[in-house]
């Protein structure tokens, strides 16, 4: 059959083969595929840098040790890797930010996508997204010299230390808002009008519209914007460790001084710790205890969206 | 007169109405509806009889679905859109200053051209009227009465938890209609509800709203004329004029029962569109 192939169309004359080899084609995918492998090569390689020295750690220092004892000090003499101070001022923070910035961003969210007239969204999203763009060390001083003294000033019975995880928290709460607020508008956009329409034609007032129907349809967007903003607050370095404090003592009360575990290595790697020492590898145990918290909460929020999830069309 | 429109069977004598006397849920006059600065549509007198089925068609751009988005006042919702002329509602001004929009939509219910069914359960697509609106009584009786009623029940009872995103297209649209039901309206207005369905789908839609023009007062835009003259008691023409400015604003031609719309219209425009010479 192949060799009956006629070497050209009937009719014209001319062959429907391709005239002239199309080289460009081939390179455009190749360079766009090398784009693409950058960021997991990048990926694969912070795991591979993780890995083995975080290994190492581990042949030093048991697991009982780091797992099993509430004192962290591996950088003073004598040392100790009980990480739980770290984890417990990391999770603190992420919670009294995701606190303060899932109902304010939800409620911007909601303002801009179903209340405000498009001159004022126009004008209010680029703003909005400034604060995304504010330095996190700008942030940092603020809490240290603004925030933090006027707590004080306010609520003196909470004997704030001068660094402190509320304020910290609070700070990295504000800084997620745009995070929150920016990506949970976007996707209560992406909503079908159709689907307002038909709760307005219930009898449904706005405010019904927007939180039973607008809200619950965006959710799974709303919900990644959540997670995103979680691993945002729980990575966030300069505004804990200017406002939060190097301290590490157990404790759950936010007025005191708490180091995060990005704190930690913040502090650890600007030290002059000799490579290949104790402390320095307790840095990649910390990384990758902070990655695989993340992972985790990243894992376990795509889960839940993929089951809640209202799909529309 | 058949030699008009040989294909088109008016709702005929199998399904006799006394349709003289006009007993008005809305009475419009003068109606003209403005988008910014732009008259989408002019000088629109038309009455809707209780009970009745009243069909408004038209060209693309006469503006049919805008004067129907007046009578719950859905026009409101876009930014810039004005009507002025008058629409009364059983002898009230629809567009007082004392008017509630919200309650005139939960009285004027309104099924749309894209079946449109929240991303809930079938149940909680039609409890959610209800619910929004505090109405009392047990929700399950009212959720099956309000889909037995929209000729669903049969279809969805032992899937009520379902996404109501799993039905076919025609099941959507009944799911709407039943979703507006369940509200208890006054009138239900639709807007081209058959034209996202095939034909078995709107067969079904439209013996429905036989069914539903018992109780309720309806309403309906269609681009279909077979469907107008299947299902109406009354129609009325729309075009879309260009004026001195050369500004296109849609205006009502005719309003008539249908049967006198099809086999015998007084307007030369009206014969030439439903006779395919325009449109």
Redesign the interface.
């Known amino acids: 059959m192949a060799a009956q192939h006629p070497a050209t169309a009937p009719g014209t004359g001319r062959s429907l083969a391709r005239s002239r080899p199309r080289y460009g084609e081939a390179i455009i995918k190749a360079l766009l595929l090398a784009a693409a492998l950058v960021s997991i090569a990048t990926t694969v390689g912070i795991i591979y840098s993780l890995v083995e020295p975080t290994i190492e750690f581990f042949q030093a220092v048991s697991i009982g040790q780091f797992f099993g004892s509430t004192n962290w000090g591996p950088l003073i003499k004598p040392a100790t890797f009980g990480v739980w101070p770290i984890v417990v001022a990391t999770l603190e923070i992420t919670l009294i930010a995701i606190i303060v910035a899932v109902p304010l961003g939800l409620a911007a969210a909601i303002y801009l996508s179903e209340y405000a ?2 001159g004022v969204r126009k004008f209010f999203k680029p703003v909005l997204e400034i604060l995304a763009g504010v330095p996190t060390v700008v942030f940092g001083y603020f809490a240290l010299s603004f925030l933090t003294p006027l707590l004080k000033d306010i609520f003196p019975f909470l004997n704030l230390e001068a660094k402190n995880a509320l304020s910290a928290g609070l700070l990295v709460g504000i800084m997620i808002i745009p995070i929150v607020a920016s990506l949970s508008e976007d996707s209560m956009a992406a909503v ?1 009008n ?12 706005k405010m ?1 519209t927007s939180i ?2 607008v809200v ?2 965006a959710f799974s967007g709303i919900v990644a914007a959540i997670i995103l903003a979680v691993s945002r607050a729980a990575g966030e370095t300069m505004i804990v460790a200017v406002a939060g404090g190097f301290k590490s003592i157990f404790t759950f009360d936010p007025t005191n001084e708490m180091a995060t575990m990005a704190a930690f290595i913040a502090q650890a790697g600007a030290g002059d710790l000799s490579t290949g020492s104790i402390p320095y590898k307790t840095i990649f145990a910390v990384g990758s205890l902070l990655f695989i918290i993340t992972f985790v909460m990243n894992w376990f929020s795509a889960r839940m969206v993929q089951k809640y999830r ?4 | 007169m058949t030699e008009i429109m040989p294909n088109i069977t008016v709702r005929g004598p199998e399904a006799p109405r006394n349709i003289e006397a006009l007993d008005p849920v809305f009475t419009v006059s003068n109606l003209s509806v403005f988008y910014g600065d732009y008259e989408a549509v002019r000088g629109v007198d038309l009455t809707i009889g209780n009970r009745e089925i009243t069909a408004m068609i038209g060209p693309s751009g006469c503006g049919k679905s805008t004067v129907l988005r007046c009578f ?1 006042r ?1 026009n409101d ?1 876009i ?1 810039g859109a004005r009507a002025a002329g008058s629409i009364m509602y059983h002898g009230e001004d629809l567009y007082g200053d004392h008017v509630d929009p ?2 005139v ?3 004027i ?2 099924v ?1 051209q ?1 079946p ?5 359960s079938i149940y909680d697509n039609i409890a ?2 209800p619910r ?2 505090g109405m009392k009584g047990k929700m399950d009786d009212l959720v099956e009465q309000a889909l037995t009623q929209a000729a669903l029940w049969d279809e969805v009872k032992d899937k009520l938890k379902q ?1 109501a ?1 799993s039905l076919s297209g025609g099941q959507q649209q009944r799911l ?1 209609i039943a ?2 039901i369940a ?1 208890r309206p006054e009138v239900i207005l639709m807007d081209e509800p058959c034209s996202a369905l095939d034909p078995i789908a709107t067969t079904k839609i439209e013996d429905l709203m036989q069914e539903l023009s018992r109780d309720y007062t309806i309403v309906i835009v269609t681009h279909n004329m077979q469907q107008a003259a299947r299902v109406s008691d009354r129609t009325a023409f729309f075009t879309a004029e260009v004026d001195e400015q050369s500004v296109r604003h849609g205006r009502l031609v005719e309003f008539d029962e249908t049967s006198r719309i099809f086999t015998n219209p007084s307007d030369k425009r009206t014969e030439d569109y439903i006779t395919g010479r325009f449109g």
């Open positions: 007239k498009p079908p159709g689907l307002r329409e038909g709760s307005f034609a219930l009898g449904a007032s019904l039973r129907v619950p349809a209202e799909v529309y069309d | 719950n859905m919702l930014p919200i309650e939509r939960r009285r219910g309104m749309f894209k449109n069914p929240f991303p809930k959610y009227g929004v609106n996404n995103l709407c979703r507006a509200v």
